[in-house]
């Protein structure tokens, strides 16, 4: 990285809202949604440094922003946006992440809590059985190179085709589980490799599945249409397309660099191409395709789950509420300057955040909004918020995805003891499931932001509004 201060020039827009005006070959303003609290989190790394330098990248337009969850990632902050221009602009896999599609798979069932405590123990100890987690963890899924090709191609409807889950499934996932224009042959032999032994597997880092209350109702009529209700219980997937969409990133940056070069650039990490370049038509194709590798992932594992269910709740349902990616780039029209036009969103670590009667939402729940699932830290609460046409003025349709870290991971496992962690869940009665616990403790709560902070700036900003709380019974990590 080229960034050698965090001294950056902040002017206060409102109390939620933080500009950083163009200097020093930024194309737009950068923009920063957070209350004071937050902004003093963000400070603490270079965020506001990150903001810059995908401002300065060619074809940008309307702002360079950073919802309220910011951290410093990978050439781009993690909760950053970003629109290009389809024409002068650029697509750079920084700025979509590392983990292609990494997303949240929520599901209502009709279990409530006082059942499901009952049997709790065994339950979680099963389903850690039945979904792999873990660094390079393999799945039971044999898949062989047509079936992989097909997966990248067909997103969930292929898994549907096999048997597992159902059409009313495929209309509950952001583009119905599919984003056209997957081709696996341009992704590499390595990457489809690493797929084809973890479809149905979690991962590890901040993936996690966990087992909720639903504690708080906000919005009655919002969570009604979404099948949540007081006192049941939901369970909360947060995984991505594991070692493919690793692959595609780290092959697409080395051919961006071999192929443009990347002493220009403002940050090494932020390697692009030309939207409308053979390599950048690729690297969209090569997204795609470990994009639908990612929706099918989190559906086997959903599949896997209410088989789980079954064995201890033979009468239970669990039903898909939504899923939705927040590490993706796509195309969409957006107003920028009062004119409405098609870009190039990119989204890493940020969520969809589409008002009422928008096309991209399943026809069951134009009349809220996107469904937004912004997940705690293992031993917080979880929200569930709809889009609004708000966040379409302000943050290009776009809200937080998370409590955001504070500490990096070695510094977490440096600092957090097992014993710390082990004490903190035990007193708020959550049971982990977990390789080793002191292999979880960098994803321990203080690790990470106030995560009803960063629901409450989304909400009182308007870029989301809130509809429930959820609150954490058992958690599968890595």
């Known amino acids: 990285m080229k960034m050698k201060e965090k001294i950056v020039n902040l002017k206060k827009i409102n109390d939620f809202t933080w500009e950083i005006p163009k200097e020093n070959g930024m194309n737009v303003p950068g923009r920063i949604f957070a209350s004071e609290a937050l902004l003093e989190k963000i400070k603490n790394d270079f965020t506001f440094e990150q903001v810059k330098n995908v401002a300065k990248l060619p074809g940008i337009v309307g702002y360079s922003l950073a919802m309220s969850d910011a951290h410093q990632g990978y050439g781009m902050c993690v909760g950053g946006v970003a629109a290009f221009d389809i024409k002068k602009g650029i697509i750079s896999p920084g700025a979509v992440g590392y983990d292609i599609n990494c997303g949240v798979r929520l599901l209502s069932t009709n279990l409530t809590k006082k059942e499901f405590m009952l049997k709790r123990n065994v339950l979680m100890k099963e389903i850690y059985k039945s979904v792999p987690s ?55 032999q390595k990457a489809l490799g690493r797929g084809m032994n973890q479809l ?9 599945l966990e087992v909720q209350e639903v504690e708080e109702i906000y919005d009655e009529s919002a969570a009604k249409l979404l099948g949540i ?18 692959q595609v990133a780290s092959d697409y940056i080395k051919k961006m660099e071999d192929e443009y070069g990347y002493k220009h650039l403002p940050d ?30 989190r559906h086997i594992i959903m599949c896997k789950l209410r088989e789980s269910f079954k064995k201890f709740f033979p009468k239970s349902e669990l039903k898909l509420v939504y899923d939705i990616a927040h590490n993706i780039a796509k195309f969409e029209k957006h107003s920028v300057n009062g004119k409405k036009i098609e870009v190039l969103v990119h989204r890493k670590g940020a969520t969809r955040s589409f008002g009422p009667e928008s096309e991209e939402i399943p026809v069951k729940y134009r009349s809220i909004g996107t469904p937004i699932f912004i997940p705690g830290s293992m031993g917080t ?98």
Request: aromatic share 6%; glycine share 12%; net charge positive.
């Open 229 to 246: 209700e007081k006192g049941k219980v939901a369970i909360m997937i947060h995984s991505g397309s594991r070692g493919i969409g690793h």
């Open 134 to 188: 873990g660094v390079g963890k393999k799945s039971e899924f044999k898949i062989e190179y047509k079936e992989i090709s097909n997966i990248i191609k067909e997103g969930i409807s292929w898994a549907i085709s096999k048997g597992y889950g159902n059409e009313e499934d495929r209309l509950f996932c952001e583009n119905e589980g599919k984003i056209s224009g997957a081709d696996y042959k341009k992704i590499s």
């Open 381 to 478: 609460s979880s929200y569930v918020l709809v889009g609004t046409k708000k966040a379409q003025e302000l943050s290009l349709g776009s809200t937080a995805h998370g409590a955001g870290r504070i500490m990096s991971r070695s510094e977490a496992s440096k600092t957090i003891s097992s014993k710390e962690l082990k004490n903190e869940l035990d007193k708020k009665d959550i049971v982990l499931e977990s390789g080793s616990l002191s292999g979880a403790v960098d994803e321990a709560p203080k690790a990470y932001k106030d995560v009803e902070e960063v629901v409450r700036v989304s909400h009182e900003l308007g870029i989301g509004k809130m509809v429930a709380k959820l609150k954490p019974l058992g958690v599968v990590k890595g």
């Open 268 to 297: 090494r990490e932020l390697a692009y191409a030309p939207i409308d370049s053979s390599l950048g038509k690729d690297y969209l194709s090569a997204m795609a395709g470990a994009a639908n590798f990612g929706f099918t992932n």
């Open 200 to 208: 149905g597997t979690l991962g590890a880092g901040n993936h996690f």
